[in-house]
């Protein structure tokens, strides 16, 4: 059962490694990248990692910075689209807060912790699959000023697609005659780093807390 199980997923990254040799692939990298901020069930990352890892191998009729550029601009898009679908629910939330004191806590809790680190957040929500469609859903609920929701998303979109098709090119480049070696060495690799991202937050975030309760 697991031999075929690894057939597979072999198979399955083989035919997406086809696919990526193709031009067209950076459209797909633009799509997904772009969905995949409004619903976080979409592997943009993992879309991104194969269009590295083919630009890698010297498979693809594309550069690094084209994969970089579709999938930054494509989650920059969609993390705009988040942003305003929060800003329309805005006064349903509002009017629900004028009903309910607790609710009315929790909202301006959220607005005043988006104002304060906002900017960080936004950066590594990026990294934290489903987070960064929370975070962006509620800068638009809380009213964030546009024009700092633009800048900070911008960084933080252009970081993301950075360093996940930077990562896929530098990982893949010693497995240049094995396309599925090379896609899950990188994306191995970018898990593990987004695994240990989630765990130093977790720590720091509970220490926080021990503090505050000290205080």
């Not at 990526?20 to 692939?25: D, R, V, Y």
């Not at 083919?54 to 601009?73: H, K, P, R, T």
Request: with cysteine; glycine share 8%; hydrophobic share 50%.
């Amino acid at each position: 059962m697991l031999a075929g199980i690894f057939s597979w997923i072999t198979d399955l990254t083989d035919t997406l490694g086809d696919w990526a040799s193709n031009w067209w692939f950076l459209a797909v990298v633009f799509t997904i990248a772009y969905f995949d901020s409004i619903l976080p069930v979409v592997p943009s990352e993992t879309t991104v990692i194969i269009a590295g890892v083919a630009v890698s191998v010297g498979e693809a009729d594309y550069s690094l910075w084209m994969v970089i550029v579709c999938g930054a601009v494509g989650a920059f898009l969609g993390d705009n689209t988040a942003y305003q679908i929060g800003k329309v629910f805005s006064p349903r939330f509002e009017r629900r807060a004028e009903r309910k004191p607790n609710f009315a806590a929790r909202l301006r809790w959220a607005a005043e912790q988006i104002r304060a680190r906002g900017g960080l957040l936004l950066i590594t929500a990026r990294f934290i699959p489903g987070g960064r469609t929370v975070l962006t859903l509620s800068s638009g609920i809380t009213r964030q000023p546009r024009a700092w929701f633009v800048g900070w998303v911008a960084i933080a979109c252009t970081i993301w697609a950075s360093y996940a098709a930077g990562l896929a090119y530098v990982v893949g480049q010693p497995f240049k005659d094995n396309h599925t070696a090379a896609f899950w060495v990188a994306f191995g690799t970018a898990l593990g780093v987004n695994v240990a991202i989630e765990i130093v937050r977790h720590v720091r975030a509970r220490k926080r807390v021990r503090q505050l309760e000290q205080v």
